[in-house]
């Protein structure tokens, strides 16, 4: 038997790959120290025969195969054309490289080979797991179901936490305990989807923010995918996480492959937070590029809610002009600027500039853009196509459909078989055309509908075949355009999940620009994803949305805690609104580093309150939103503590937003403590364990507290 041992500073992990036998994961959790042999682990997983159990111990491998005889969830499900079903795979090959490890598996009986990829990362303790399955056979192979793996967990997790949510309303935790049987999230919509991030968190009862066990897991994958928890008879616990697939999607001709999306996977003994630190490390370290990580996030400004298709050239200069002097940095076309699209009825698809709205095509808009030295960014939804358009007219066998069933009527638009190379190549010549002919550095990439009949013309499912090639087609825009960055956009956070930003630089986390919306939203979706790729902006005084009238300074705070812009109409919104933005716009950017690069706190607060944060790597800084969303229950505010801070250090603590604002009563801790001016030293230690009582403040506002270690202190 032979255990292979994989460390990093915070974690451990134990893979039973023996040749001639299934692997099995071991152990996977906190750092075990080094005395720790592997065969003590190995001992330690002996299996215990119960009432009704089979003589022998049934290995629990990563694919929870059918032909282990498990007779629990599966993980794995082929055969060709009804035969070759029963697949049990057992090891062949194994290669460690340090935090890496590869196993090679096949069943002989059913020619099928499946190897596991291991990487266990130094710099944030992630776990990443990538699996591929082979047809070694002559004949086609039906691959139903394929998990990426099946991981046991500890019992003693029997907590977990999902995302839900709807258009404008992303990101929602949902926190159960766990049962007998399947915990079971399925995604069939074509894009990650907004009532079904692809990721899972599994904890203890008490588990919280910044106490307590916590292992993430999360698909990067853009489609369909399915999430298990099962909870066997037995006591056993498996978290699944795979891509899924419609009825004969996957068809492996002899020595095809299919390669199953990542798994990426975060363990924490300290907390959800702590956690999700983890996860943004990595996105930091691998998702991201260094260009990205390098260049500072501008301010956006994006005209959609402000003209929505209404474009008038002298309009929009004016506007940009407004942003340009409250600080925007790249001002983004959205939708509207191409074709017949002068509504959502129509022009999707022909990506050619709307000679009717821009006569002389956009260089006049672009060069006054840039020269207010501002970068110009541009809207497209290229993997849509109107009927009412003239590509549709010239190919509308272009389309995903099922022959003979009428489309679903869905904003009008149909999507376009982007795996077909014909249909892929006309997009890429469209973009790369106004890219080469225009000064654009920034691409919002639209997605505005399921695929409710992801069918090809040959009758066949496309809908792992589209996400593939959706990230091809990135892939070969971002090669020939390096400097052009790329949203993920699908209306709204439809498509925010970690294996689109390998392929994009940010997201656009929700259609929703109504702030107390964005306070849980931008909070869940900080669970896997950093503050800066989280697409935030300053919307109308009244939310389109929801209706809803927020504060300028609410506003502007909340957009703040993530990649800030703006998309209101500058030309007609309140004189003293925009004096407000243009000090939260430089808030912003004095802060921006910290923001995008620090360590993200979530703090355990009463409901009323989201409170999130980021501490300097080095500790010198920070900077805490507290955002009261509804009243309290009881006359005052709660305290907050802060977390993350150097406990030795005294920080000089300051409200830094709202502006010089007062409490509205006496006697008032803002006074006492000079917040709003010199502010007050105090010691980390002491303000994370003793806290801060909060200032009387009204419901849905947002209160920003600056931390500056004192210089000399401790260094
Ligand atoms: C949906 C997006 O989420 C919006 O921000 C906007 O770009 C519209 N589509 C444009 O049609």
Redesign the pocket.
């Known amino acids: 038997m032979t255990v292979y041992r994989l460390d990093s500073p915070t974690t451990s992990l134990f893979v039973r790959a023996s040749i001639g036998a299934p692997p099995e994961l071991l152990y996977w959790g906190a750092r075990l120290n080094d005395a720790v042999t592997a065969e003590e682990i190995e001992r330690l997983g002996t299996s215990q025969g119960g009432p009704g159990s089979a003589d022998i111990a049934i290995p629990a491998s990563l694919a929870l195969e059918p032909g282990l005889g498990l007779l629990g969830p599966t993980g794995f499900g082929a055969h060709r054309a009804g035969r070759d079903w029963g697949s049990r795979f057992d090891v062949v090959a194994v290669e460690q490289n340090d935090c890496r490890l590869r196993i090679t598996c096949l069943d002989p009986r059913t020619q099928i080979g499946l190897e596991y990829r291991f990487r266990l990362h130094a710099e944030s303790g992630v776990l990443t797991i990538g699996s591929t399955v082979t047809n070694h056979g002559t004949d086609l192979l039906d691959l139903n179901e394929m998990a990426t793996a099946c991981l046991p967990l500890p019992a003693r997790l029997t907590d977990v936490i999902g995302f839900t949510g709807r258009w404008t309303g992303e990101f929602q935790r949902e926190r159960l305990a766990r049962f007998a049987g399947g915990y079971v999230r399925e995604n069939r919509k074509g894009r990650s989807s907004h009532d079904a991030f692809p990721g899972v968190i599994l904890c203890t009862p008490s588990t919280s923010e910044n106490v307590g066990e916590a292992f993430g897991l999360t698909l990067a994958w853009s489609g369909n995918h399915r999430i298990r928890v099962d909870s066997l008879s037995d006591g056993r616990v498996f978290a699944s996480l795979g891509a899924l697939f419609f009825p004969g999607e996957i068809r492996l001709a002899a020595s095809e492959r299919y390669v199953s999306p990542d798994i990426i996977a975060a363990f924490s003994p300290d907390g959800l937070a702590e956690m999700s630190r983890a996860f943004h490390t990595h996105v930091r370290s691998h998702i991201l590029t260094p260009h990205m990580r390098a260049k500072p996030r501008p301010v956006h400004y994006?005209t959609?809610e402000a003209v929505y298709f209404d474009h008038d050239l002298d309009q929009l200069k004016a506007i940009a002009d407004k942003a340009a002097a409250i600080g925007a940095e790249r001002f983004v076309l959205?939708?509207g600027w191409f074709g017949s699209r002068r509504d959502?009825h129509s022009g999707l698809g022909d990506w050619f500039v709307s000679d009717a709205v821009y006569p002389e095509g956009l260089k006049p808009l672009i060069d006054h853009v840039t020269g207010l030295g501002l970068e110009m960014g541009i809207?497209f939804?290229p993997e849509m196509v109107n009927p009412d358009s003239d590509l549709f007219r010239a190919h509308p066998d272009w389309v995903l459909a099922i022959k003979g069933v009428d489309q679903i009527p869905y904003r009008h638009q149909y999507v376009l078989d982007i795996s077909r190379p014909e249909v892929s190549d006309y997009l890429f010549a469209c973009i790369d055309k106004i890219l080469s002919d225009h000064t654009i550095g920034y691409i919002?990439w639209?997605m505005?509908r399921d695929l409710n009949h992801p069918g090809d013309q040959q009758g066949g499912a496309r809908s792992d075949a589209q996400v593939r090639a959706l990230w091809a087609l990135l892939d070969r825009l971002r090669a020939k355009h390096p400097n052009v960055e790329f949203e993920s956009?699908?209306?709204?956070g439809g498509r925010c999940e970690l294996g689109i930003l390998a392929h994009t630089d940010r997201v656009?986390t929700s259609?929703s620009n109504d702030a107390l919306d964005r306070q849980a939203i931008q909070r869940g979706a900080s669970y896997f994803l950093p503050l800066e790729v989280l697409g935030a902006h300053v919307g109308p005084a009244h939310c389109h949305q929801t209706g809803r009238a927020l504060s300028m300074g609410m506003r502007s705070a909340t957009a703040l805690m993530g990649h800030m812009g703006m998309?209101l109409n500058l030309l007609t919104e309140p004189t003293a609104d925009l004096v407000e933005l243009k000090d939260a716009i430089a808030l912003y950017k004095q802060h921006r580093d910290l923001l995008h690069n620090g360590a993200l706190q979530r703090l355990d607060t009463p409901d009323y309150i989201v409170a999130m944060g980021v501490v300097a790597t080095d500790q010198v800084e920070a900077l805490f939103s507290i955002a009261l969303v509804t009243g309290h229950a009881r006359t005052l505010p709660d305290r907050v503590y802060f977390t993350g801070l150097d406990p030795a250090r005294q920080y000089r603590l300051a409200l830094v937003w709202p502006d010089a604002w007062q409490s509205k009563s006496v006697p008032s801790v803002i006074d006492a403590l000079e917040l709003n001016g010199r502010g007050t030293l105090i010691n980390g230690d002491a303000l994370m364990r003793a806290g801060l009582q909060l200032p009387l403040a009204s419901p849905e506002s947002v209160l920003l507290y600056h931390l500056k270690a004192d210089r000399g202190c401790c260094d």
């Open positions: 994006n959609w959205d939708d959502d809207w939804e919002k639209d505005n956009c699908a209306s709204g656009w259609d998309e």
